[in-house]
């Protein structure tokens, strides 16, 4: 009996002696590296305040730059017009047209320049009307394709880094003609499927989003909506679709070309899909525009009921027949140019690096 009390006293004597040696390790481990932590977490901070404030110094500078840049070019232009009313000539729309391309390239992104192309343009064209000569015709018709030139090269930049966040298709359209372009994501058109089941989608098919007669179509039928007015439920015509995704489309037809313009009457539709398979459409509304080559998708772009917006670029006009750029994008393009930039920083400082 003796002997177990022995040896339970021995155990309890050397436990507390490994919890004295394990709180002594403990403290003087303690007083090691709480120091580093702290002094880890101090001098991120320090790097994050740094990042920061060189940050917010640099975007001072850049707006104070480009607020001077802005006020020099608008105040050269305009003075440039000032002497442009009275002389008209080639050197004063040329300078014009200069200034616009400055304007533009530098003020992308806060600054819609289409009001000023649209008028230099038609002063362009004016002067072309009223050229005595055909040799002075095409004077004016030459400058008139070179601030078209400028624009498109302008509208091309925009659209290729729009395309970075979302989705593009090039069609052409007669006028007065349909075409139905779905505004889907690039991976959404190995996943999708038509009605049967089996049958893939087109990012563009001649033709009406939901085709007259379609149970789904809410109104194509012109008879349909005549009973739909009375009151009547016509088969099917009274129900929406339903499903668990929904995709959006446009139906694109244009009503009037001109020179530079091409005015348009687009239908927006949200397409219902079940399980991949396509349910019908639902038209959510229906807006007319003109697209002109001096539109500028960062600003003259439509915002859609899924919270992503769409583009329409006039590419070409060639008699009745006209070639459109369909841009599809997220609402989150309209950024600072620094932002990648930005982006890479805070990435560094996540990874520890200076």
């Not at 593009?168 to 007669?174: G, P």
């Not at 950024?335 to 400082?349: G, H, T, Y």
């Amino acid at each position: 009996m003796a002997e177990n009390e022995s040896k339970r006293t021995d155990a309890w004597e050397k436990m507390e002696s490994f919890a004295k040696i394990l709180a002594g390790f403990s403290a003087a481990a303690s007083a090691i590296l709480i120091p580093i932590l702290i002094s880890s977490y101090t001098e991120k901070n320090r790097k994050s305040e740094m990042f920061i404030k060189t940050m917010t110094e640099r975007e001072k500078s850049d707006t104070d730059i480009r607020q001077s840049m802005f006020q020099s070019l608008l105040t050269g232009y305009l003075g440039a017009v000032k002497e442009d009313f009275v002389k008209a000539d080639e050197d004063s729309f040329r300078r014009r047209i200069m200034f616009l391309e400055l304007l533009t390239i530098n003020f992308q992104e806060f600054f819609n320049a289409k009001p000023l192309f649209e008028e230099v343009y038609m002063g362009l064209e004016r002067k072309r009307i009223e050229a005595p000569t055909e040799a002075e015709k095409a004077k004016w018709n030459r400058l008139e394709q070179q601030i078209i030139r400028v624009s498109a090269g302008i509208v091309a930049r925009q659209s290729k880094l729009l395309n970075n966040i979302g989705t593009s298709t090039v069609f052409n359209i007669d006028k007065g003609e349909s075409i139905c372009v779905r505004l889907y994501n690039r991976e959404d058109f190995a996943t999708l499927r038509q009605e049967d089941g089996a049958t893939r989608f087109q990012s563009f098919q001649a033709g009406r989003c939901v085709v007259q007669g379609n149970r789904n179509g809410g109104g194509e039928d012109p008879q349909v909506d005549k009973s739909a007015r009375k009151g009547e439920k016509p088969d099917g015509s009274d129900r929406s679709p339903t499903g668990d995704t929904r995709r959006e489309s446009l139906e694109i037809m244009p009503v009037a070309l001109g020179r530079a313009y091409a005015t348009v009457q687009v239908g927006i539709y949200e397409d219902v899909f079940d399980r991949n398979v396509f349910k019908g459409s639902v038209q959510k509304g229906s807006i007319r525009f003109d697209v002109s080559y001096f539109d500028l998708p960062y600003m003259d772009n439509t915002k859609m009921s899924d919270g992503n917006r769409f583009a329409l670029i006039l590419r070409g006009i060639a008699g009745d027949s006209v070639e459109i750029e369909a841009l599809r994008f997220r609402d989150d393009f309209m950024s600072l140019r620094d932002r990648p930039l930005f982006e890479d920083i805070l990435r560094k400082l996540e990874k520890g690096g200076a």
